[in-house]
């Protein structure tokens, strides 16, 4: 009957806790995918709703029969017992029965630390294993079988090394455990049992009428205390499952304290020393962001925002990654977000999608159906084909926008995977599609999601890094078509063609070279800057922030390329103090990018030969055609622009490469110069001798 009872009762805490853990996760304030980077207790729900929530509630449960029963038994037997030994005994008994409880609580080893750890272990252990089950074809393709094996055998002889002392200090521990419980326990209950017999027994009068009685009495003690020291020896093990309970207790405690702190953005008062609370910088904290942000703008807008990388203490301040931004995107103003590797660019992403808390300023920016951010990593969720393209909408939802399956046909044309649908048994097709499609259809079906939902502004975090450049090229069009407008963060400069303007993250060295003839001295590159005149060489101007409504100055793509690859091995780049690194905002010079294309791309040599490819086809094509004396003549006169166009593109390039080669000699006379001064140290004999 317990047992029927403990079951119905562990199955309806784990229903109960599950929904309600469902609700708070996955609400709209989306604190799960918050909570997967800032929980302190860095446990996922997936961890939690896999085994910890099953766990607790059986744990939960069996507190029915491991404390009710024994505490209604050990209730009875007690008032019974009392009855007929008296307070003298019963006094005894208890007193005999704590003592030795403090004995047995003091020689046990802390289990419950040892379990802990053990867990952990068993954690690290089978992490190994998934991430070697994730990676098998990237071991095999690096030949580090053996590499694998060695460190996921070290993990498992850790664990097993682990589990084999907890079962020999149990084993000790049991034996202790019993022989104090059935052995010792039980004799001291036949000695008290049998205690009224002899005090009555000493009396010479007792005749045999009265020895029967006697005996009477001490069979039922005996059983009475049989019952009792059953009951006790059961309770006893009460703190073993209350240890087991508080493990989990504290875990699904602490978690869903997360999810509410997360969810309300609220955390209950710090427990640190006062010391530590005074150094906290409120500020930069989670606990002390001030959250102002406004979702009803037409753009995107932060004034003074900086981008803080979360502690995940939520009193202690975060890593400021990037100095208070002044920056705003209008609708139709595409924007290129670029930086070195690690400065921040996606840390922008999640601090203006809300996942990341606006710490101060105030961020501005659309309703959230107006908006969609597109992260590196392309999520696919579980479904059809048509769930992948349509997420997070369902059919339904479709048909009620207007949307039928020819025009998601189309979105596939559009972003070259017209194939897919055929390939893959159509639209309804249900299959796990994260290991189905490459990385570049999995990215084109991102972008079919975009040209599914047409929201009016869109994020695009390197989301296009597996594409070709042509069909990048009809994306991006096709985004502008239909009036995106796009925020792109990639540092791929071909891209700057279909952008107006750059926001360059980490460029801590402003340009010490004024920007090339080509662009400051023809028409094409006219200063933008209101308070900046032509004739001003000032570099500190030339690097100044873009204030929100001032207008900005142009810049020439092909020398950020130059000047990010000198930055990116610079160590002050990432300032010692908690500053951030600069930035600035910058009007792209829409005739360089226009005519630049592909051909400063550092990083990819094929797309720039395809593209230059393409173009000569083009042109072909276009000679060969029937076309009048006129357009010939138009044609002709476009050709030789882009004769100028390529001319001012060498005597451009010629010095840019004279800058480069400078900078290495200025770089060799500084190393030269070092070593000449290093030759110059005389050395102690004694660290000679330790260096030998
Ligand atoms: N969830 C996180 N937990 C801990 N550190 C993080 C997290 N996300 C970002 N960071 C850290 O913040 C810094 C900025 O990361 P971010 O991803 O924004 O850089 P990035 O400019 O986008 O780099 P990349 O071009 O390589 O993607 C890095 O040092 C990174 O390690």
Redesign the pocket.
């Known amino acids: 009957m317990i047992h029927y009872l403990e079951s119905i009762l562990s199955s309806a805490i784990r229903t109960r806790l599950n929904v309600y853990i469902s609700d708070l996760f996955l609400s709209n304030e989306n604190s799960s995918f918050k909570s997967a ?2 929980d302190k207790t860095d446990k996922n729900i997936e961890q939690v709703l896999k085994g910890k929530i099953t766990k607790f509630c059986s744990a939960l449960s069996l507190l029915l029969s491991s404390i009710v029963s024994p505490t209604i038994d050990l209730i009875a037997f007690g008032v019974q017992l009392n009855r007929n030994l008296g307070v003298n005994g019963s006094v005894l008994i208890a007193l005999f029965y704590t003592s030795s409880f403090l004995f047995l609580k003091k020689i046990s080893p802390s289990f419950e630390k040892l379990i802990a750890s053990r867990d952990q272990i068993e954690k690290n252990y089978k992490s190994d294993y998934s991430h070697i089950a994730s990676n098998s074809e990237e071991i095999s393709f690096n030949g580090g079988e053996n590499f694998e094996k060695l460190s996921s055998s070290k993990s498992l002889h850790k664990l097993l090394k682990l589990s084999l002392s907890i079962i020999k200090m149990r084993f000790k521990y049991v034996i202790a455990e019993d022989i104090f419980v059935k052995y010792i326990w039980s004799i001291t209950g036949y000695i008290l049992g049998a205690y009224p017999y002899f005090k009555d027994g000493s009396s010479f009068e007792a005749d045999s009428s009265s020895s029967a009685i006697r005996m009477r009495k001490f069979a039922s003690n005996r059983w009475l205390m049989l019952y009792f020291i059953d009951a006790a020896g059961r309770l006893m093990y009460t703190p073993k499952r209350l240890m087991e309970l508080s493990g989990s207790t504290d875990l699904i405690f602490s978690f869903l304290q997360t999810g509410h702190a997360l969810r309300k953005d609220y955390y209950p008062e710090p427990f640190e020393s006062s010391d530590d609370i005074a150094n906290l910088n409120k500020d930069l904290s989670l606990a002390g962001a001030r959250r102002v942000v406004y979702q009803n703008f037409n753009g995107i807008k932060l004034t003074f925002v900086p ?1 803080i ?1 979360p502690n995940i203490n939520p009193y202690y301040s975060g ?1 400021v ?1 990037i100095q208070p931004l002044v920056w705003t995107v209008n609708p139709g103003e595409n924007w290129l977000v670029k ?12 601090t203006i999608s809300g996942l990341w808390p606006t710490f101060t300023g105030i961020l501005e920016k659309p309703p959230s159906d107006e908006i969609m951010y597109i992260p ?1 990593r392309s999520y696919m969720c579980m479904g059809s084909l048509r769930d992948q393209m349509i997420y997070p909408h369902d059919q339904s939802l479709m048909i009620e926008n207007g949307y039928t399956d020819d025009d998601l046909l189309e979105i596939l044309k559009i972003v070259s995977l017209d194939y897919l649908p055929e390939k893959e048994g159509g639209l309804n097709s249900i299959k796990n599609w994260s290991n189905s499609l490459t990385d570049e259809e999995s990215q084109k079906i991102c972008m079919a999601r975009l040209f599914y939902h047409r929201p009016k502004f869109a994020i695009l ?2 989301c296009t890094s597996a594409v070709s450049y042509s069909v990048e090229e009809t994306m991006y069009k096709h985004a502008k078509s239909i009036g995106i407008t796009l925020i792109t ?1 990639s ?1 791929r400069n071909y891209l700057a063609v279909y952008h107006e303007y750059v926001l360059r ?2 460029d801590s060295h402003p340009p010490s070279i004024p920007s090339s003839g080509a662009k400051r001295g023809n028409k094409s590159s006219k200063l933008l800057g209101g308070n900046l005149n032509s004739s001003s060489s000032n570099n500190s101007l030339y690097a100044r922030r873009a204030w929100s409504g001032e207008k900005l100055i142009s810049v020439d793509e092909s020398e950020e390329i130059i000047r990010s690859n000198f930055s990116e091995k610079d160590p002050n780049i ?1 300032p010692a103090n908690n500053l951030g690194v600069s930035w600035y905002a910058a009007r792209l010079n829409t005739a360089y990018s226009g005519s630049q294309n592909v051909f400063f791309s550092y990083n990819s040599p094929i797309e720039k030969r395809s593209a230059s490819h393409s173009t000569r086809n083009e042109r072909t094509l276009a000679v060969s055609r029937n076309i009048s004396s006129s357009q010939l003549s138009n044609m002709l006169t476009s050709k030789n622009d882009r004769a100028d166009d390529d001319k001012t593109e060498i005597v451009r390039l010629r010095r840019v490469l004279f800058e480069r080669r400078q900078l290495y000699q200025n770089c060799q006379d500084r190393l030269s110069g070092i070593n000449s001064e290093l030759e110059k140290v005389v050395l102690d004999q004694r660290i000679i001798d330790a260096l030998e």
Do not use: C
């Open positions: 980077k800032m981008i990388l890593k990654l930086g070195p590797a690690g400065v921040g660019k996606s840390s922008l992403l999640k590196s975090d390197e963060i540092n993250l980490g990432q």
